[in-house]
């Protein structure tokens, strides 16, 4: 199968310059390991039956001898050799002068304790289904962080070739690189439906060993999925659960650690500045689905249903423009989060780069969403300069002054074509987006 570029290379070619061995992390199906032989002239595979026995020996006996082979090397499934994360460890400490070497990619459904972190040596990368744009459904005609960095950056006039009936398609298929390989529309939904099966019936339990209730976890799962990219508390999905079986708060919490370990679900963080000191800011978590596929093949949903639930849709659309934002972030080494108050205002997403930039961000279905969201943005906004101003009317002890937002920002599903309002607000198609 053809390679496809990534963003994650970018990420892995600028950590190779710093690193001797990489360790890339993520979700069943996004890609891990073919990224990683594509850039590594050795390539160790212990499920490969041929080999599998002769490789376990060595990892057993001498690892060692792995390392004189031809460099950069890939050790694929390396938890089925555990002795080899220190083995390269070592390595790092031994040879500081060298990056790029080593390369690890494993089952998210088998979780390791090392005896040795790897900080310092081992970096981590993390690495998402394909976004929008990867998976050739965003043309990419506008860029989020050209955005941030070329004031002069005109986006206006850029049309989407997506139309909603697309995206109803394109999130019941989400971002599995398996899905470019399959010609068959209807084939490629089987492999979100596929993952989710092998989630709940064994990864649930294989990641850690633990024997988990098949059952209880398909139950949290459709619980997350009527939940997704909401601020539902968890007691309220353990509500859900509870009504259908008998289980412990701390039961419920174990099976959501260990989905949250394979990467499956995801919390994203509240922004909480206080900028208005008498408003209560929601500091609960928006619950998502790292790719939104998983939910909805979770409560069987399939394409034509929202026809009829354009409601739902909007969540799942949300969901997914999130998963795209995070695999951006990943790139940039920013932070994806939310903002939610008591007096209604809020931003859908707060993507914030490392220098404090940010942008604020509503997600949209329909282009009769964006002038109420664009109010909001723009209130928003005006709330941080009135707290400024106000910071600063006693000169001899200033209040706390907060950035102003550098980016205002509507990504609308059926938008059809990317402009600038007259007050400077981003309508941005999620047919045109980009990292």
Same mark, same amino acid.
């Given at each position: 199968m053809k390679y496809f570029p990534r963003l994650v290379d970018r990420v892995l070619d600028n950590r190779t310059k710093a690193f001797n061995a990489i360790n890339i992390v993520g979700p069943k199906g996004c890609g891990k390991t073919r990224s990683a032989k594509e850039r590594c002239k050795t390539i160790i595979e212990f499920q490969d039956e041929e080999k599998r026995e002769s490789y376990l020996n060595i990892a057993e006996t001498s690892p060692r001898l792995f390392l004189k082979n031809e460099k950069p090397i890939l050790f694929d499934e390396w938890q089925d050799a555990p002795k080899i994360w220190g083995t390269i460890r070592k390595d790092c400490d031994d040879h500081p002068e060298a990056t790029g070497e080593y390369f690890l990619t494993g089952s998210t459904s088998k979780k390791i304790e090392t005896p040795h972190t790897g900080t310092g040596r081992i970096s981590e990368v993390v690495m998402y289904p394909m976004t929008l744009f990867e998976m050739n459904d965003s043309n990419g005609t506008v860029s989020l962080s050209r955005l941030f960095d070329d004031k002069d950056y005109d986006i206006d006039g850029n049309k989407s070739n997506l139309s909603l009936e697309d995206l109803f398609y394109i999130v019941c298929r989400g971002g599995w690189p398996r899905c470019l390989a399959i010609a068959d529309k209807e084939a490629k939904l089987q492999i979100a439906t596929d993952y989710y099966e092998q989630i709940y019936k064994k990864d649930i339990s294989a990641i850690d060993g633990v024997k988990r209730n098949s059952e209880w976890a398909r139950t949290i799962l459709w619980s997350y999925a009527r939940n997704m990219a909401t601020l539902a508390k968890k007691n309220v999905i353990f509500a859900d659960v509870s009504a259908n079986h008998s289980m412990t708060d701390i039961t419920f919490s174990s099976y959501v650690e260990a989905l949250e370990n394979l990467f499956v679900i995801k919390d994203i963080d509240a922004w909480t500045p206080q900028i208005r000191s008498k408003t209560a800011i929601r500091a609960a978590k928006k619950h998502v689905f790292v790719d939104q596929s998983i939910g909805l093949a979770a409560i069987g949903i399939k394409p034509d249903y929202f026809y009829k639930?354009?409601?739902?849709?909007?969540?799942?659309?949300?969901?997914?423009?999130?998963?795209?934002?995070? *695999?951006? *972030?990943?790139?940039?080494? *920013?932070?994806?989060?939310?903002?939610?108050?008591?007096?209604?205002?809020? *931003?859908?997403?707060?993507y914030q780069l490392t220098d404090g930039r940010y942008a604020l961000i509503e997600i949209k279905t329909g282009e009769n969403a964006i002038p109420a969201a664009e109010k909001n943005l723009l209130k928003f906004g005006e709330i941080i300069r009135k707290h400024n101003e106000s910071a600063l009317k006693d000169k001899e002890h200033p209040g706390v002054l907060y950035r102003e937002p550098d980016l205002l920002i509507v990504i609308c599903a059926n938008a059809s074509m990317a402009y600038t309002t007259e007050k400077g607000v981003k309508i941005i198609p999620a047919g045109c987006l980009r990292d």
């Open positions: 639930d354009l409601d739902l849709f909007g969540h799942v659309f949300e969901n997914m423009v999130l998963r795209d934002l995070l *695999a951006f *972030a990943e790139l940039q080494n *920013a932070r994806v989060m939310h903002y939610s108050d008591d007096m209604g205002l809020e *931003a859908d997403a707060v």
